[in-house]
């Protein structure tokens, strides 16, 4: 990517004024109480060459590595290399996120929205729509194996990673562990999906290889994290909340360690349990059906 123009975008919190209900005084409400920090949520538009792609809702931050993130999660580039420059457009309505590929994944961008594009002009449906959604994810390496009490650890430290959930309450986080280093990136979003696009994005453009280490997330997982996951070559996924039944099919296929319902007394593996190694009999292994 050689270049990014960025016009400021709005902040990420801003205040909200308040009242207060406590239960130790059942039926009052304290006033004045004040103001909250809470989390902006804003319409962000991704432009590709000129046209109109997909708006989502989101957190204003990190928009460079969103941009980045979900441009190779979806398969319009393959490395940031393919994007030559980013622009970030602050208006009205929302941002939008001007991207500029490079004349090969251009190429194909083009070929693609003709391939998609149904007879009646809504763009992304139909039968093509339905495959995309469902699409056999890219197979992931051999990998990293990664220690139960590693796991433990890191999910235990990245509360303590999320500044603006910790103000908020209101944010997901995704980050990137390795076994050398730790958690060396994090990325937050209202948006559970934004915050997985950011984070990839962050840590394609600093380098990291997906194979090199593990997705963590403070979310449960659907089948578009995991599509997400193998995009990036992560080959074990870490999640708080529990998977859905395709996510599970999905990241079985994808040759993905599934982790999911990683609380302080333990996890549960759903997929690929090899890459686990286990100094004692603390994780509960659950295979798909």
């Known amino acids: ?25 059942p039926g009052s409400i304290v006033a004045p109480a004040g103001s909250r920090r809470v989390a902006e949520e804003t319409a962000i538009a991704f432009s590709y060459q000129g046209t109109s792609y997909a708006v989502m809702m989101a957190t204003p931050a990190d928009l460079e590595d969103f941009a980045v993130g979900f441009t190779l999660n979806e398969g319009i580039a393959a490395s940031p290399g393919d994007i030559e ?31 998609l594009a149904g007879p009646s002009g809504c763009g992304l449906c139909g039968l093509e729509s339905l495959a995309e959604a469902t699409r056999r994810p890219p197979p992931v390496g051999p990998g990293i194996s990664v220690r139960g009490e590693d796991i433990a650890e890191a999910m235990a430290a ?65 089948v578009e994290m995991v599509q997400k996951a193998a995009s990036f070559g992560a080959p074990v996924l870490v999640a708080v909340s529990a998977p859905t039944a395709l996510a599970i099919r999905t990241a079985e296929m994808a040759g993905i360690t599934l982790v999911a319902v990683a609380r302080h007394d333990g996890f549960e593996v759903f997929t690929h349990p090899r890459r686990i190694r286990r100094r004692r009999a603390v994780v509960g292994i659950r295979r798909a059906a």
Request: aromatic letters at 6%; hydrophobic letters at 45%; a positive charge.
């Open 1 to 25: 990517m050689t270049g990014v123009a960025v016009a400021e975008p709005p902040n990420a919190l801003s205040d909200a004024s308040r009242l207060i209900w406590r239960s130790a005084a």
């Open 158 to 222: 990245l509360p303590g990673l999320q500044p603006m959930n910790g103000i908020t309450g209101a944010l997901h986080a995704a980050a990137f562990w390795t076994p050398q280093r730790g958690i060396v990136a994090v990325r937050e979003d209202v948006g559970r999906h934004n915050a997985l696009d950011k984070l990839t994005g962050a840590a394609a453009r600093a380098g990291f290889s997906g194979s090199a280490g593990a997705l963590l997330l403070t979310s449960r997982v659907s």
């Open 85 to 115: 420059s980013v622009e970030v457009l602050t208006g009205e309505n929302g941002i939008v996120l001007r991207i500029t590929l490079a004349e090969a994944p251009a190429t194909a961008f083009w070929e693609r929205r003709r391939y």
